[in-house]
């Protein structure tokens, strides 16, 4: 799998880093960041619960 | 007190449970027809799916479009995030969200651990019985959002019921809207000294990073909407929560002991309680269908956040509170772009309030008949008593 963060469209609420601390961050403006792009194991796992919470649809997944 | 209004069906409940016939509305295809208290005829949309669809799309369902209060002030909308569609709402958003971080908030995290502590010794000092809503539900949250705001917490008495007045939708129209202007009037005092003076406070930081850009009346409608959203909110959720897990001693017990339930316990608590019956109305800006019901452009539509977290299609069994369960991507703090701005400080409060309050009373129970309030923009508690 592969993260797509679309930081223009992300309204920094933070869920995906209460999901998935290992995958997702924030900036000083709050808009995510992708700290791994391919997570693998209990990472994926987290990082698909944070894409289904994520309330602007910035997040999306790649499946590869 | 007002005099009882009949109130439409989002936002009836029974104790902690939308009406049944919510359950009957998200079974069969459509959205229902109902009229909001201001009058306004909308479509209902009750089912997890058509909810998710309509908050997120702020193109087809706009939140600028409700038509203003009789006698309203021209300004009373300017800077309210609520009422805002993108790019408007995007960047008066952005201006505020790297105060809300995840990081930010946990910063934040030993000082609420404090108030919550002070708060609690003040309660047991005092001894039983006690209202828990004046206590402990309200005072935190509020105490929390003034430090960050910049809102001297001496004035509480004040914003308390103005707050409580705006939001109660069984009170005469000319009534909250005079309420709101004073409020405006005082968030303008707090913005004008800020303004002299900025401080190290999110007021401070607004004027002293983005005063060029913000008009006065910008400052004060996001300034109004922060503390009355900082503290009604969080305030309903730990008395209507702290009722629900005594009423439930089982989660109570699992909450108390086991750290680890700590977080997916708040989202459930969330989720099951969704103490925002609906947020703002929709206005459909061009012809469309949501769950099988054709929408006319210019017509509303109103989500029933807590018919939607009680849908089989986000969780299993999900009339019952259950602390244990995964935490499920609820809407208790909406969707789309409107997505609750305080949510991780929220979260942060309520994993802080509930197992203290949880451990330093073991025997806590309710003492009297709660007091429910339904009529209001949140759903919540007036009075909670308990002993212990």
């Known amino acids: ?64 | 007190m007002a005099g009882a209004i009949t109130l439409p069906l989002h936002m009836q409940r029974d104790r902690y449970d939308p009406p049944v016939r919510m359950a009957e509305l998200r079974e069969r295809p459509g959205l229902e027809a109902i009229t909001t208290p201001l009058g306004l005829r909308a479509h209902l949309a009750t089912r997890y799916e058509d909810v998710r669809e309509v908050l997120g799309d702020a193109e087809r369902f706009s939140s600028a479009g409700m038509p203003a209060l009789p006698g309203a002030e021209p300004d009373q909308r300017v800077g309210n995030l609520l009422a805002l569609d993108p790019p408007d709402h995007t960047r008066l958003r952005r201006l505020l969200t790297g105060e809300f971080t995840v990081r930010r908030i946990r910063r934040l995290q030993p000082r609420i651990e404090q108030i919550v502590t002070e708060h609690l010794d003040a309660m047991e000092q005092a001894g039983p019985p006690a209202d828990l809503v004046e206590r402990f539900a309200l005072p935190i949250p509020s105490l929390v959002i003034c430090e960050l705001l910049g809102v001297p917490y001496a004035d509480r008495g004040d914003f308390h019921r103005r707050a409580a007045i705006q939001l109660d939708l069984t009170r005469p129209l000319a009534e909250r809207g005079a309420i709101a202007a004073e409020s405006r009037a005082y968030m303008g005092t707090l913005v004008d000294r800020a303004t002299a003076d900025p401080g190290e406070d999110l007021l401070g930081m607004l004027v002293r990073e983005h005063g060029g850009e913000l008009s006065r009346a910008e400052l004060i409608g996001v300034a109004s909407l922060l503390l009355i959203a900082g503290h009604e909110t969080t305030a309903n959720m730990l008395a209507l929560g702290t009722l629900a897990l005594l009423e439930h001693p089982d989660q109570a017990t699992a909450l108390r002991e086991d750290p680890t339930v700590t977080a997916p316990a708040v989202e459930e608590l969330m989720r099951f309680l969704s103490v925002v019956h609906s947020g703002m109305p929709r206005r459909v800006t061009r012809d469309t269908e949501v769950g099988g019901t054709p929408l006319r452009a210019g017509e509303f539509v109103v989500v029933s956040l807590p018919a939607a977290d009680r849908d089989r299609a986000l969780v299993e069994d999900p009339e019952r509170l259950d602390v244990g369960r995964a935490a499920a991507p609820h809407v208790a703090f909406g969707h789309g772009v409107h997505h609750c701005l305080g949510a991780p400080l929220a979260r942060m409060e309520m994993a802080t309030a509930f197992p203290a309050l949880l451990r330093r009373f073991p025997s806590l129970a309710v003492a009297g008949e709660p007091e429910f309030r339904s009529a209001a923009v949140v759903y919540g508690l007036r009075h909670l008593p308990v002993t212990w």
Do not use: W, Y
Not at chain 1, 27 to 54: F, H, K, Y
């Open chain 1, 1 to 64: 799998m592969k993260i797509r963060a679309d930081r223009d469209v992300c309204i920094g609420a933070g869920n995906c880093v209460l999901a998935a601390e290992n995958v997702f961050d924030q900036d000083d403006d709050a808009i995510v960041v992708v700290l791994q792009e391919t997570p693998e194991g209990a990472d994926a796992e987290a990082a698909r619960n944070a894409v289904g919470s994520c309330p602007s649809g910035a997040l999306s997944i790649e499946e590869t």
